[in-house]
């Protein structure tokens, strides 16, 4: 089974970028998704971004326009650059692929 470890969280201030990286232990196949869930407090965890290819890309309609998911299958690793942060998008965001969970990362919106 895939190890995932997620990196690139913290706090921003409102209107702020950050860059979350999702880094695979062994190879991940571009026949199969991966996807970026988040979870806030006290809220189901809802699907954020997933990729298949870049021709084959969704996103949760809030976050459309604002957040771009890409991957790097050369170096087993998929990329959520996230724009303009609001406080909304304060959560836990995790990476998912083929049955595998990463361990999540704190992403805070706060003035």
């Known amino acids: 089974q895939v190890q995932l470890v997620e990196s690139g969280g913290g706090s921003v201030q409102p209107g702020g970028s950050l860059r979350l990286s999702c880094a695979a232990s062994g190879s991940i196949f571009s026949i199969f998704p991966v996807v970026w869930y988040r979870q806030a407090p006290a809220k189901p965890r809802e699907l954020v971004a997933g990729?298949?290819?870049?021709?084959?890309?969704t996103y949760k309609d809030s976050v459309k326009g604002r957040f771009t998911i890409s991957r790097d299958d050369a170096k087993n690793t998929v990329y959520l650059q996230m724009n303009s942060l609001k406080p909304e998008d304060t959560a836990v965001y995790y990476c998912y692929y083929r049955q595998s969970w990463g361990q999540g990362i704190q992403v805070t919106v706060s003035s």
């Open positions: 990729i298949i290819s870049d021709y084959d890309i």
